[in-house]
């Protein structure tokens, strides 16, 4: 079964820029996209990446995503109070049978 | 603009089977790539992938929870019910369903609110 593996916490200061990590133990990021998602307290989650490194419509550029092997990395540059929430990556299996989500990965802002 | 919404019961009894429904606007989920998922997150954890229904009526299931779930659409509705059997209390969690991105599986661009579904006898 793969797993997602995300750092449990990362901290940066305001307007720094901090980087999360997604590895996988099996081949699925190699081999297919990435997506991350943010989810602020007591909210759904939001689509910032899908893609590897595509942004939606209305994502401020302080957010990019990238890839290399089976890990993948979310950046956030210029941090602001606002962006404390946890974050996650996802794919999906190589059969296109199964989606599924890193641990997630608890952003503050100091 | 696209806006989803789940609805169904928030208190649910072991053994019992779960209903959810998921009422859509703003789309088509006869347009032609179109899919759309559910998604449960249990208190504090993390996010798990549960299913997910094309346009084309073709489905998706988590391999853990394959035998327990089903997932159906209703186009005229514009409804995705998911279906849960023999519910315990460690499916406790807050359900989402949500708007594919065309081509992507694992991406997911509009979300609705979310529903609170304990498992309690």
């Known amino acids: 079964q793969s797993v997602l593996t995300q750092p449990p916490s990362v901290s940066a200061a305001p307007g720094q820029k901090v980087t999360i990590s997604c590895s996988e133990n099996s081949s699925n990021i190699g081999n297919n996209y990435v997506s991350w998602y943010q989810q602020l307290p007591g909210t759904a989650p939001k689509l910032l990446i899908y893609?590897?490194?595509k942004r939606p419509s209305g994502i401020p550029d302080r957010f990019s995503g990238s890839k290399s092997g089976t890990s993948a990395t979310l950046g956030i540059t210029g941090l602001q109070t606002g962006d404390e929430a946890d974050y996650y990556c996802?794919?999906?299996?190589?059969?296109?049978?199964?989606?599924?989500f890193g641990g997630g990965t608890r952003l503050t802002v100091l | 603009q696209i806006t989803l919404k789940e609805s169904g019961p928030t208190l649910v009894k072991p053994t019992q089977t779960l209903t959810l429904t998921c009422t859509f606007s703003g789309f088509s989920l006869t347009t032609s790539g179109v899919g759309m998922g559910w998604i449960r997150q249990p208190p504090g954890k993390a996010l798990e992938w549960l299913a997910l229904?094309?346009?084309?009526?073709?489905?998706r299931y988590s391999p853990s929870l394959k035998s327990r779930l089903t997932i159906t659409k209703d186009t005229s509705k514009n409804q995705v019910v998911l279906t849960m059997t023999n519910l315990d209390p460690v499916d406790t969690a807050t359900y989402y369903c949500?708007?594919?991105?065309?081509?992507?599986?694992?991406?997911?661009?509009?979300w609705g609110p979310g529903t609170m579904v304990t498992v309690s006898s």
């Open positions: 893609d590897n490194n």
């Open positions: 229904i094309y346009w084309d009526d073709d489905k």
């Open positions: 996802g794919t999906w299996d190589s059969s296109l049978t199964d989606v599924f």
């Open positions: 949500a708007h594919g991105v065309m081509g992507s599986p694992d991406a997911f661009d509009v």
